[in-house]
């Protein structure tokens, strides 16, 4: 009696077992499926935000780089001689030579002081010691330091009639600057912004400066035909 | 016929067959949500990486696109960079004003008037008259009043030399723009 109650248990549990392994493998199936599955998919989409992201800013970048205008492109070389990337010394103190000659004004002393250099901005002070017969041609030496490249500003001046009252001797100090280009350019897919109201104002006032007369010596054409090359 | 030869006590309880009947309908469909999960998953997945693929390939092809306009990014940086720096030569301090100064007081000076000495400061302009007589000191003073450029002017000294005249010296201060 107890046997066949034994093996009627027996069937019923084998008609349940069979469902039941199946519930069992689709849960655990289903909750591995779940855990890995929602980690990929997330993953791949925000690896697509990422992207798209990078593709809008990549579409930004372009769309500014072709909005700037070709005449501020043409500015380039103006900006660079406006504040060059060496000491521009030399051409500095041969510009006020030809402004202090155009004005009938006599430079006495050069001297250079005052260097301050740092990675971004470089400066050094001009100091002048001129002659002129009048205020007015020292007023437009001034004003013509003012107007040339490279950017030069006018610290401080000293003008005293002499003794004689035949002309008027001017201490001038000037400052003027240079600068290291820039090396880097931005990321890829940083976008480029334009000139600012300001910045246009102030390119425009570089491109009203003079620029330096620069002089060609260009090697003179032999004529005659020398007897000893080497003399 | 059939005739089933087991016993009855042998048989699956009634309530038995109809719980694994249940368990075997829960059980198809589990199997169909899971088919289904497993394939949405499977398509998102799919769908999203071909999309990063369309992304990353547009990508190059702008990437392309910018480096063959780097010569414009080049002078734009540039152009940017000298700008500002520039804009803080610009803002450092100078005597530039003065120039301005001297040249709009050298227009209203009278005659029996002379400027013996100038001097140009950051923010301060200093000029030293030499007038022989009173009434052109006045006249100088009334023409440099009169021009309307100065926020200030001083009067700093005022002395008389018999052999040479009137010796002011003035101090001036530009109207801040």
């Known amino acids: 009696m107890k046997d066949s109650s034994t093996r009627g248990l027996y069937f019923n549990l084998k008609i349940l077992l069979g469902p039941l392994v199946v519930i069992l493998l689709i849960a655990t199936f289903g909750l591995y499926s779940v855990n890995t599955g929602y980690g990929r998919v997330k993953k791949q989409i925000e690896e697509y935000k990422s992207v798209k992201m990078e593709e809008t800013h990549l579409k930004e970048k372009l769309a500014s780089i072709k909005a700037i205008k070709?005449?501020?492109l043409d500015q380039a070389d103006f900006t660079v001689v406006?504040?060059?990337?060496?000491?521009p010394a030399t051409f500095l103190i041969?510009?006020?030579?030809l402004y202090a000659e155009e004005n009938s004004i006599t430079i006495k002393e050069i001297s250079l002081s005052g260097s301050q250099q740092n990675d971004v901005l470089n400066s050094m002070i001009?100091?002048?010691?001129i002659e002129g017969s009048d205020i007015i041609s020292q007023l437009s030496l001034m004003e013509s330091i003012?107007?040339?490249a490279p950017i030069s500003l006018i610290v401080g001046s000293q003008s005293t009639l002499s003794q004689n009252e035949a002309n008027y001797k001017q201490e001038l100090e000037i400052s003027f600057y240079w600068s290291p280009l820039p090396t880097t350019l931005p990321s890829i897919s940083e976008p480029i912004k334009g000139l600012t109201g300001e910045q246009n104002e102030v390119l425009r006032q570089i491109s009203l400066l003079k620029q330096p007369s620069l002089v060609n010596l260009n090697p003179q054409v032999q004529t005659t035909e020398r007897e000893t090359p080497f003399n | 016929m059939a005739i089933n030869l087991l016993s009855q006590e042998l048989k699956p309880k009634p309530y038995v067959v109809n719980f694994a009947k249940i368990l075997k309908k829960l059980a198809m469909v589990s199997l169909l949500v899971f088919l289904v999960g497993v394939m949405l998953l499977v398509g998102i997945i799919f769908i999203f990486s071909q999309r990063t693929k369309a992304a990353i390939s547009s990508q190059e092809a702008l990437k392309r696109e910018i480096k063959a306009l780097q010569e414009t990014e080049q002078r734009i940086v540039l152009i940017k960079d000298r700008i500002d720096k520039i804009e803080s030569v610009y803002k450092e301090e100078n005597a530039t004003d003065g120039v301005a100064s001297i040249r709009e007081i050298s227009r209203v000076i009278p005659e029996g008037t002379l400027i013996q000495e100038f001097s140009l400061e950051p923010d301060n302009t200093e000029v030293k008259v030499l007038a022989d007589s009173l009434s052109s000191l006045a006249k100088f003073a009334s023409g440099i009043t009169g021009l309307g450029s100065f926020e200030k002017i001083v009067l700093?000294?005022?002395?008389?030399d018999p052999e040479k005249g009137y010796v002011a010296i003035f101090g001036f201060h530009r109207t801040k723009v």
């Open chain 1, 70 to 72: 070709s005449d501020i």
């Open chain 1, 82 to 87: 406006a504040l060059p990337q060496k000491n």
């Open chain 1, 94 to 97: 041969s510009q006020l030579k």
């Open chain 1, 126 to 129: 001009l100091t002048a010691d």
């Open chain 1, 146 to 148: 003012l107007k040339f």
């Open chain 2, 156 to 160: 700093k000294s005022l002395e008389f």
